[in-house]
């Protein structure tokens, strides 16, 4: 069973515009989650992170939101860029566990 | 800076032959995990370690096994390769783990694995 759902598997947005990827989670022993990026041919790279204490969290043009009554999150990429072309994993951990549980992953296509 | 490097980068066995993927990362970091990808799977965790000489079993251990002599290398093994473990392994490394900490994985490039 999916503990943690990226239900589209793919998107395409405008440069310029807003991109948004969604992640569901079903276990409510998550209390963190980040977001990865990954390039073909590279490994996967930390983008950037929410714990359950809080419901936003910024870092440049990256904006993740957390919705825990909806076991829901969010990554807000303003305004995307060609660059960001990549796929995006949600990663999920909960406290006294060591492992991260991924998601499917969206592949992001920003067309110049 | 090196971080994580995985050897060999590509590799292509036939089914039955066993052979050893060799993670090192230089950053000091205390666990250490082994993911496979597979289109449409995203990254499943087969084995992990907590710390030198600990390993313990993820998502997807059947067929592998995994070593943690020293604290800089984590080595993952496939004693007889199966066709199902054609996929592309990525090691990853963690400083620390714990309540509010945002258990950020340093990821290598990726070893791809092809059984035929």
């Known amino acids: 069973d999916q503990q943690v759902k990226q239900n589209s598997p793919s998107l395409s947005v405008q440069e310029g515009r807003i991109s948004i990827l969604n992640c569901d989670y079903t276990n409510s022993m998550f209390d963190y989650f980040l977001w990865y990026k990954k390039y073909p041919a590279e490994g996967p790279t930390f983008l950037i992170s929410i714990s359950s204490i809080k419901d936003k969290n910024e870092d440049g043009r990256f904006t993740v939101f957390l919705n825990k009554s909806a076991k829901h999150l969010s990554l807000h990429i303003v305004p995307s860029q060609p660059g960001d072309s990549a796929v995006y994993f949600c990663a999920a951990g909960g406290a006294g566990s060591y492992q991260l549980t991924f998601g499917k992953g969206t592949k992001l296509s920003v067309i110049p | 800076n090196a971080g994580v490097t995985q050897t060999p980068k590509f590799r292509v066995l036939k089914t039955g032959q066993s052979m050893t993927l060799l993670c090192a990362q230089d950053?000091?970091?205390?666990?250490m995990y082994w993911y496979r990808q597979d289109p449409g799977m995203g990254l499943r965790l087969i084995h992990y370690s907590v710390g030198e000489g600990t390993t313990a079993k993820g998502e997807v251990p059947d067929g592998y096994n995994v070593s943690r002599l020293k604290k800089q290398n984590f080595l993952l093994g496939l004693e007889s390769a199966a066709p199902s473990q054609t996929s592309v392994y990525f090691c990853?490394?963690?400083?620390?783990?714990?309540?509010?900490?945002?258990?950020?994985?340093?990821f290598g490039e990726g070893s791809r694995l092809t059984v035929l």
């Open positions: 990853a490394s963690s400083a620390n783990w714990g309540y509010l900490n945002t258990g950020e994985l340093f």
């Open positions: 950053m000091n970091h205390e666990y």
